[in-house]
């Protein structure tokens, strides 16, 4: 029978190319400057366009031809315009963010999360007080406050609270994390920090009716309890709860690290793999019953129930709800003994995942689930071709070192994008850590269910010893040389080149064209090219930041891979530091790093002398005031603040997030009226300069 062409294949997978051609309008669709009447023509043009479409399918000849099949694309494009902006502030008008209002009346909708008396988590705003009039709005609302000893809030709660609710702030400095975007996500625009005393609780989630989630949430809360009981060590219980339900925030930043750092971090996100497992240890028990002709549809309901509860319990994340997907397609092939294409149902679950949260085509882990099965599905293959073996056991391992490499075949470019590192070691850190980690599951599955005291003590202290060598491995290879390569993150152009060489490669290792070997060629001749300019440019550029830290001051001169770092924080390790600015830092100095520690707490003025010119930081009018390039003002600094300017003739003035916005506005009136270039910094972007030398 004659192999069939690539092309013939795609052809095989009916939905391919509505999915790519959804999948890119969601893409596309954040460049779009919507607005409501601009969403309310979208919404009529797709109504008036799938009508016409239904139209042109009852005719013949051209018209069907061309009418319908240009009509059914169209309809698709406008279709992922609406989905993607149709939950949005700025079209739905009953949004909350469009009323002024005296207070909120929420919704909690999802299990709070505490650390040190404060607790967040999202809500919905079901409506507004409004001049004495009860308004209801729709719209999610992230909320801060202080936990008291007498309201304990869980899902489904509803609330009274008083605050100033404000738009998620951008990020501030190069390199941050961008929170907004990652809140974006979840349609969750708005923040409100509401202080003691400002909230009262409604009702009570018991009092509210049934809910799905809230009894997901129940059981999981029921399950790490019972998980609690049986292991005495905190950071083993936190990476306990992660590998089986996906709950990580307990786990430490270290641990948490050397799973970042070692290319392991994917089996904290209840996943494919858990799911797969949950699967493997159900089928095991089941085929061990003889199960009567009549009961024969029972074993699918069986397993089919329980991966989807377990995934509503986990979370629902877009990784366990397309293994979840996947999963339910294989077990309905089996059942009614047809065809599986894995690689159908992997865009099948992408289509059902985006038709229910379409802003999840922007989650990197949305990204990297896809991309990292779509690798397994396509390289898995290949790489076992290129490693045949005839024993179980090496076949075994084998099998375990394919996935690792098929999956970051196409995973590497985009971690490259998003996050700028690379682990080196990651075959070896996989090959020590899924072997454990699959026993873990395994134990706490059995653990969760059985009801023998005695026997879940064995398993705790199998889960313990577990826990304890896996992290004992990955510490180890964290701390090996060059375990972990950091780049400054690729830029799109670069990307776009990097998955044309994978599939181009691909492409002709397995039809075998030469052709596409050339074309991969050229592609990384073509990055190395635009890399080499960029690391020309950069190995020879000062660069100067003074870093917005909110009420702390962070300044760094960088050259050549080298870097100075002044700061009021104690530490480079700081917790503040490290999120506002520690990532591009470590990139600047390649580790290379000399921190000046300042005493934030005192009111002391600091000259530092740079290359690139004099800095004075200024907080109080104290002494005689040499000549300096740039001053930093600190600390509501107003009073007798012209004279100093006069001593020391800046060139440049910038205002720190420690002064208030009122007082900043006084000194920003004041120096335009003396003739002195300003920057704010107090809710404004950090101050960059960058010098290239080349």
Known sequence: MKELSFLQRLEHIPILKIATLYILTLLLAPTLPISRPIFQHV????????????????FRGKIRKYGYTCGYYLSIILFGIYQFWRNDPQVVIN???????????????????????????????IGVHRQGKFVPTSGRLMITLKLSAKNFLQFGDFLWLKGDVKRIA??????????????????????????????????????????????????RRYFLVKLRSHLKGDENFAIASALLYGFRSEISNDNMEAFTNTGTVHILSVSGMHVAVLFGFLSLIIRQIAWPLYLKWLPLILLWGTIWIYAFIAGLDAPITRAAIMIS?????????????????????????????????????????????????????????????????????????????AAQILTTPLSLYYFGQFPTYFLIANLLVDIPSTLVMYAGFIMTINPVDWLNEILGFLL??????????????????????????????????????????????????KRYVWLGLYCGIGMLLINGKKWLVSNDSER??????????????????????????????????????????????????????LNGRDRKNYFVTLPLGRVAILSHPKGTMSPADLVIIRKNFLYGLPDVLKQIRPKLVVLDGSNSMEKCLLMQHMLDSLGIQNYLMKDNFAYVWNKENL
């Open 544 to 597: 100067f930041r003074i870093y917005n830290t909110k009420h702390e001051l962070t300044m760094g001169y960088f050259k050549a891979g080298r870097g100075i770092v002044y700061s009021t924080f104690d530490s480079l390790q700081a917790k503040g530091l490290q999120y506002a600015c520690g990532r591009e830092i470590a990139l600047l100095s390649a580790g290379e790093v000399q921190f000046v520690p």
């Open 170 to 219: 951008p990020p501030r400095n190069p390199m941050e994390f961008d929170y907004r975007e990652y809140l974006s996500k979840y349609l969750i625009h708005h923040e409100v920090f509401v202080k003691s005393g400002y909230y009262r609780v409604i009702s009570r989630q018991e009092t509210s009716g049934f809910s799905v989630f809230g009894l997901a949430l129940q059981a």
């Open 95 to 125: 949004h909350f963010s469009h009323l002024e209002a005296d207070s909120y009346v929420v919704k909690i909708m999802e299990e709070p999360k505490i650390k040190q008396h404060i607790i967040r988590f999202s809500a919905e705003v």
């Open 464 to 513: 313990e010893h577990l826990i304890d060598f896996i992290l004992c491995c990955l510490k180890f290879i964290d701390h090996l040389p060059f375990s972990t390569i950091k780049i400054v993150p690729m830029e799109p152009s670069i990307l776009f080149l990097a998955y044309f060489l994978v599939f181009s490669f691909l492409y002709a290792f397995q039809w075998k064209d």
């Open 329 to 405: 397609f294989v077990l309905c092939a089996q059942y009614f003994k047809r065809s599986f294409s894995s690689l159908n149902s992997l865009i099948i679950a992408a289509v059902l995942i985006l038709l229910f949260a379409p802003r999840a085509i922007n989650d990197v882990g949305f990204q990297l689930s896809f991309l990292a099965v779509l690798g397994m599905i396509i390289c898995a293959p290949l790489v076992n071709a290129l490693l045949p073996v005839k024993s179980s056991i090496l076949r075994f391992l084998r099998d375990i070192l394919t996935v690792s490499i």
């Open 43 to 58: 919404l009529q043009a797709l109504i008036v366009m799938t009508l016409l479409t239904i139209c042109c399918y009852f």
